[in-house]
């Protein structure tokens, strides 16, 4: 069985910061991409940054030059750096990998966790 595990989240004030991580774990055989999804009351899902497995990146533009996407391919982690954070940035941030395992393949999610940026 796969899990992803999200943690690091939590309350911060405007400017501050915060760096979320998630470990993948089970029979693993390969992670390809993987990723940082949020979602907000009353929004769809968008995604915030992404990474392959040779280190490749992609961000939203909202988030650009104040958040680092990054991974440890040996620990099957991706980590979430977030500078500058805004009251905006306020939401539930899920990671996901695309990902090949014992029985499974495909992308999987983790079960999200809460950032709150106080102004």
């Known amino acids: 069985q796969v899990q992803l595990v999200e943690s690091g989240g939590g309350l911060v004030q405007a400017g501050g910061s915060l760096r979320l991580s998630c470990a993948a774990s089970?029979?693993?055989?390969?992670?390809?991409?993987m990723g940082w999804h949020r979602r907000t009351p009353g929004k769809q899902r968008e995604l915030v940054a992404a990474?392959?497995?040779?280190?490749?990146?992609n961000y939203a533009d909202s988030v650009k030059g104040r958040f680092t996407i990054s991974r440890d391919n040996a620990k099957n982690t991706v980590y979430l750096q977030m500078n500058n954070l805004k009251p905006e940035d306020t939401a539930v941030y899920y990671c996901?990998?695309?990902?090949?395992?014992?029985?499974?393949?495909?992308?999987?999610w983790g079960q999200g966790t809460q950032v709150t940026v106080s102004s």
């Open positions: 990474i392959t497995r040779g280190g490749s990146t």
């Open positions: 089970g029979s693993i055989f390969e992670i390809n991409a």
């Open positions: 996901n990998a695309d990902l090949r395992a014992m029985g499974v393949m495909g992308y999987h």
